[in-house]
């Protein structure tokens, strides 16, 4: 680091870590709002361009505008500095309420202005300034109960209103009356930002409670006390702080701080010399974040700005020009806002036909996506319209989702979509940026015999991170079914060059027909769904004749001993042919799950078990004369994740890698499922203590953003594929191999994942990740009477539901009515089979796992109630 | 669009189509530049935040550094308003003059300044200014020669120099002389946004002719002129005008004018309250075009600006901070630039270092990527060091190169990086923003059952674009092999429902393993490298058994007819099988390409032919008794672009797929390649006018960025996928399933494609591309010696090289040779054996397709005359 930036990183270490830490990351309460009606917030490419002059203006042009029913028009201010002395919530109130005085609406107004919160000195500046507070009439000027409300910031109870009388309201009013609230959530004193008014004056908020009063004041109005506004107009607006991206209170930029919500945008210009390129930039930094900016608008300095700005936005975005603002305000701004009318009322059009359009799409998408759309593993008969879920967004490990009821809510992703998930809310921005940048760098660009940043840098990081020990080649491919495909291409080269006599029979019949190469793999395994990944999997109805009649399973299956906790023990689970052979001397119970790790069992009575069951297997493709032979071991390392998150006893798997080497059979371990702290280790190979020829890799790689495999190989695998003609060469490949997106995307994740300093879950001796699933709880969960086994595992929280004997289906349907009730909680959960399990990210707080595996404990332990009555009914 | 819009947007249909049109399309020069000493582009994220005084503190900075060698600071300011008044350039110089006067360094100094062109108006301005000028010695100021130079332009011979005697240096100059180049390429009068003060004095500059000068500029110090400097320690700046996304004098965003260079970049940034946030969005806005930021600089206002900037940076960028700019300039910032010296030293070292790395990573790039990638279809042995292209950006269709010579040279990738690339320049710029957003916005979600925007608008863009008229489903997956394996499922499952004797028998033996479903397909035609894929593909070396000892050929391969130019002249070449049982009424030779495709050919001697072949191979699959049965159809509709670029007669095609149909065998388009206007048409479906059951995607339909695929499916295919259970359902997934970076990217590429207002291409009304490929010269090409056949249709422009009788292998030999002269002429090509080709996007100027084709004329042209020589001496 350099020498001034040295002196900066030193404050930075001071508060910085914290800084960019916290955000979002205590955040439990869910966000959620109402989509009955319009939220916009209004953004600016700077400070000083007129924010407030556009909500003002635009309360005006929205309670002015006719029309039979009554309406509200919410201002809210987040985050107010230069309090007292500057409140953007009083303009709003005060400018509205001058202009209607000057010109009467046809019908009543009732207008009111209040404030929240304040920091100590901003609190004590409104004592000194009288405000009007609550209860106690317009005017009067007394601020009571400036109590504390933690962390510096205390109530203020400051508060005014306003009935206005419409011009054609008699005295019984028979016009609907119409509402202006305008409210400042917290005022600090000092006219500067955020960050530092919150710091000087010893007033923080976190992000989280920030956004949590601002749920409560979208909520508010839209439900309970104002029910009698249910066939009102409504339209709320939230207006930032400064820039778009300048600090909010905490240090978060504001663009960030407010993402979850992710409301749509207003933002306003600057028409200034040099404002074109602050306008775009800002818009760019909104995009950046994920919103959606319905229109730009901008005071008109005669430069003609909106001229490149329209350019740039193509049809997109509309822009609206705003009147050159007097620098004498001494008519109040009334004929500025008279003259700004159209305008504002345009803008106002524009937000309301954006909120409709998108409201109306959110509306029809599930029947348009059950009329359109072939799920992959779906009956669709089985997925009624009211089924689908509309996603709307997603922030770090949660789903916006719309609900039909037409509120926007968020929902746990615990099935980590399909096991891809690592990004916190940190990661995703820093990943999006990423991606803009590497798209505009590269695109994509053509990899073999050329080199390009990302992807050499990747290959490095993979080398010295999950393939370290062993791997020094990285082949690129499109997801884990190519990654494997791959994989067994390079096993069965790998193998045919260890067998001489083998590969004298292929040299001589070149199509090697008679040669009936098959793979070595545990039952229960899974390795994708092209057909040669298909053909490494034990039979099952996915591999049937309907799914495809090329299948034929080119494997030996063997059934592994699995391992989980069963009513608070851990314990090994034998297979059938085992049991029989067994001694009854084998440890079979281990006090912890550690326990079930160490390699000191090698040793151990089970370990000879295990060996002697192996070579039983193996042994007639070993020595037979035929041309039936063992050409690669594929295993997914600890654990099956598509096969019921079954752990297989890492032992097992120990022994099982050994024995292949030591008769040189190419060794693949399928990671697509495991690598990258899946399961608390950078690699699953680490936690089996074994190191593979061959390993393939995607999901989690890319932090879940983007489709990228890699199939690392030891030099000697790669050395077999080395000659003088091309026709030796592997000649696989993929139109995107190596593309730089999914590259950087890598390159990113994986050193944010390994990195203490962003990953907080990283326990940087052990490079391993911290418990994230609460021990305690998961044995609770274990000892519910529903429960048949549980498993946590780094970032896996597996529980398998009872099966009661001769009652079938029961338990499915039971897990049903469980999801049924979880999602009702704001999880996303699918089950496999009778397994139920969460998935969160390796940066996921525990806080957020014990939140979530409270509520799974809460339904289960409730559903095994429900369940044991009818048990006793039957009786 | 709104009303406001509205206005603006008639003044925009006025200029704007150009305005967004032209950037770069007239760009043929290509971009190169030393990369012997760092050359910088100084940004701002505003105007009047002192980038003047950035490039003015590192002069001196610079050039008074204690060192042996001499040193050479080289300031440019491509784009200047309000000049003669301001300038910049000549700014940096009377500072520069100023202070060393003040400050003597050790050894002398040569300084000068210089302008090249300016608007009329200006140039006027220089005269009455009368500004200094060249070979009249220093303050002689008469200006001469300000001719006109084209589009209101004119050359200014405006010139100024000083020497500056070294304190040390005695009257025989014994150390080292320095030297401080600043120059001004254009200037402009008024002081407004250059693309204003260019329209408003009807002086412009197109883009590519500014960017060429830039390169002069950037070249001309390096080579020739200055050899002396050779042993120099050299810097160039560039100072750009305004904030980041200022325009340029033709409009064009300055972010995105200088992108093709991609310079590093150093940002001053913004120390003012707000200036956190213009600082940040700026930035953002540099990285959004693939921008390197080395540092961050700007004045110090006492607000703290730097400490959330750090933060936000993390530790990849410095920030510098700058003492506070007097308001006085009385003592011509003398004491100012002392005070800063330290900083613009700390900023020097930063820019020095970062370059060096750089660079040392460039030349280290060959040697590490031949130590650990494994490149697909790469035989490693064959590629040496030195024969890796370090690919170091993209930009539009061009790489930019580095080449061991230290330069960025930029190359056409003329194999549209695996037939994947369809940006232009604002394409790319459109797909990162959307890349960003999507990933801000997205990441990735859950697909089955579920719903989001991006899947669901690429979903209804297909069914109505590629699939119109017969798709209604919409499958997802991540590239070409698997979008077939998904297509072969489909179509086997399909054929099964239709056959319900088959159907019988398959559901008495669950395994259907008697049952030996085959594909039909033609011979050459290559549909991905996954096992189910490959299986749908005739023997090949790519097939055998050192690649994938698990195939075995399922399909049964037809021999087609093929049609090119041979000589002038478009010809059939029928297939052996054929010859024999031609009639000699068959037309074999066409005057057009159009006629091949017309649908009257049905009626022809030739389609009876064709007909009767088909049949005749059919046969023993319809109608015995056996269980081995032709289950699907799959071709490569028009064009086999692996196969060597062959294209098929489409009345065979359109044929085979007719008799298919009527044998209720479903019909698969492997559109991988030739989807998306590859050919000239949306779908090549279309050209062959006929309409499959099943049809794959992918390559183009991204844009070319980011991987994806679909798998389009009638209704009816669906429908046989339905039932109860979901066991009956298509059992296929990837973990990315319809990730929304995908969909978004292929959503934007497919609107810009088929958009005559972007894609200045597409002929509206026919819904087709117009001719690329210059007619005359591809018809000049077919007529060389050296070229067996060519073949020019939509984005492709493909010719095969003479091979030789016994002379095998000459033809590759010669085709290698060829390439590497094309290589060093700037066109990045593959050949595929004997056959070259060039691609370009389906917005690709005709002028740049020109423009190459001239340069493989001229090769050709001259390497068949190399050729011919030795043929002459053998004889």
Request: charged share 20%.
């Amino acid at each position: 680091m350099s020498l001034v930036s040295a002196v900066f990183a030193a404050s930075l270490r001071r508060r910085g870590p914290l800084f960019y830490s916290m955000r979002h990351r205590s955040l439990h309460s869910g966000i959620e709002y109402p989509l009955t009606h319009p939220i916009y917030t209004i953004w600016a490419s700077n400070t000083s361009l007129g924010k407030t002059l556009v909500s003002a203006g635009l309360s005006m042009s929205f309670l002015s505008s006719s029309s039979i029913s009554r309406k509200r028009f919410v201002y809210l201010k987040p985050v107010q500095t230069g309090f007292p002395e500057d409140s953007d919530s009083r303009f709003v109130y005060r400018k509205f309420c001058d202009y209607v005085s000057h010109k009467p609406l046809p019908f009543s107004v009732f207008a009111s202005n209040s404030v929240l919160k304040a920091s100590a000195s901003a609190a004590n500046a409104v004592l000194r300034m009288r405000c009007p507070v609550r209860n106690e009439g317009f005017g009067n000027e007394i601020v009571r109960e400036a109590g504390n409300s933690g962390n510096g910031l205390v109530n203020v109870n400051c508060y005014e209103e306003r009935k206005l009388q419409g011009s054609e309201s008699s005295e019984i009013e028979l016009s609907p009356q119409s509402e202006l609230v305008c409210k400042t959530m917290y005022g600090w004193q000092e006219a500067v930002s955020p960050h530092l008014a919150a710091e000087r004056e010893e007033a923080l908020v976190e992000d989280s409670v920030l956004l949590d009063m601002l749920k409560k004041c979208l909520v508010s109005g839209s439900v309970g006390t104002s029910s009698d506004m249910k066939d009102s107009e409504v339209i709320y607006v939230i207006e930032t702080a400064g820039g778009v991206a300048s600090p909010g209170p905490s240090g978060s930029l504001q663009c960030d701080l407010y993402r979850p919500f992710r409301l749509p945008a207003i933002l306003v210009g600057d028409g200034r010399l040099g404002g074109i390129s602050g306008t775009i930039s800002a818009y760019e930094s909104l995009k950046l974040r994920g919103y959606d900016v319905a229109a730009v608008i901008f005071e008109d300095h005669g430069l003609m700005n909106e001229v490149p700005l329209l350019s740039y936005f193509r049809k997109r975005v509309p822009v609206l020009l705003l009147p050159s603002i007097p620098k004498d305000f001494s008519d109040d701004l009334i004929s500025w806002f008279e003259k700004s009318h159209t305008v504002f009322t345009h803008l106002k059009e524009i937000m309301l036909s954006s909120f409709l359009e998108k409201t109306q799409r959110l509306h029809e998408m599930p029947k348009k996506a059950c009329d359109i759309f072939w799920w992959p593993f779906t009956q669709h008969n089985l997925v009624p319209e009211e089924k689908v879920t509309v996603i709307d967004s997603r922030c770090a490990e949660n789903f916006s989702v719309h609900k039909s009821c037409d509120w926007i809510a968020q929902q746990f992703d615990a099935c980590a979509s399909w096991w891809t998930q690592g990004p916190d809310a940190n990661l995703q921005t820093e990943l999006a940026r990423d991606m803009g940048y590497t798209a505009a760098r590269y695109g994509h660009v053509m990899f073999p015999e050329n080199v390009h940043e990302p992807s050499l840098e990747l290959a490095e990081l993979l080398v010295e991170g999950v393939g370290k020990g062993w791997a020094s080649r990285v082949y690129f491919s499109d997801n884990g079914s190519t990654a494997i495909e791959i994989a067994i291409k390079m096993a069965f080269r790998m193998f045919l060059s260890h067998n001489d006599m083998l590969f004298d029979h292929v040299n001589a019949d070149a199509n090697g027909s008679h040669l009936d190469l098959k793979v070595l793999a545990l039952r229960g395994s899974y390795h994708g769904d092209t057909l040669g990944a298909m053909e490494a999997q034990a039979p099952s109805p996915f591999t049937g004749f309907l799914q495809q009649p090329w299948y034929r399973g080119r494997g030996i299956f063997l059934d592994p001993p699995t391992v989980s906790m069963y009513d608070g023990i851990w314990k090994v689970s034998l297979p059938e042919e085992m049991q029989s052979q067994k001694s009854g001397q084998e440890q079979l119970s281990f006090k912890s799950r550690n326990e079930i790790f160490e390699s000191g069992r090698d040793d151990s009575s089970l370990a000879s078990l295990y060996a002697s069951s192996i070579l039983h297997n193996l042994v007639p493709f070993l020595y037979a004369k035929g041309l039936s032979r063992i050409g690669a071991l594929i295993v997914e390392p600890v654990v099956q994740g598509a096969g019921g998150m079954q752990m297989i006893d890492p032992l097992y798997q120990r022994i099982l890698v050994r024995e292949c080497k030591s008769r040189s059979i190419p060794v693949i371990f399928d990671e697509v499922f495991t690598g990258f702290w899946r399961l608390g280790s950078e690699s699953a190979a680490e936690m089996i203590q074994c190191q593979p020829d061959i390993a393939c890799f995607a999901k989690l790689m890319t932090g879940g953003i983007i489709p990228l495999a890699v199939t690392l190989a030891s030099e000697a695998v790669f050395q077999v594929f080395s000659g003088d003609s091309k026709l030796k060469a592997l000649l696989h490949g993929h139109s995107y191999t190596a593309h730089p997106m999914g590259c950087a995307a890598a390159v990113k994740a994986i050193k944010w994942y390994k990195d203490s300093n962003t990953n907080m879950n990283l326990i940087s001796e052990s490079r391993l990740l911290q418990e994230l699933w609460d021990p305690e709880l998961m044995l609770q969960i274990s000892l519910l009477p529903a429960v048949r086994r549980v498993l946590a595992l780094g970032t896996l929280c597996a529980i398998e539901i009872l099966e009661e004997g001769s009652n079938a289906g029961y338990a499915s349907m039971y897990v049903s009515s469980l999801l049924k009730k979880l999602h009702e909680d704001g999880l996303y959960m699918r089950p496999l089979g009778n397994v139920i399990y969460l998935m969160c990210g390796p940066c996921t707080s525990p806080d957020t796992c014990r939140h979530l595996l409270e509520k799974v404990h809460a339904r289960i332990h409730e559903f095994g109630q429900l369940k044991n009555k009818p048990v006793i009914c039957a009786a």
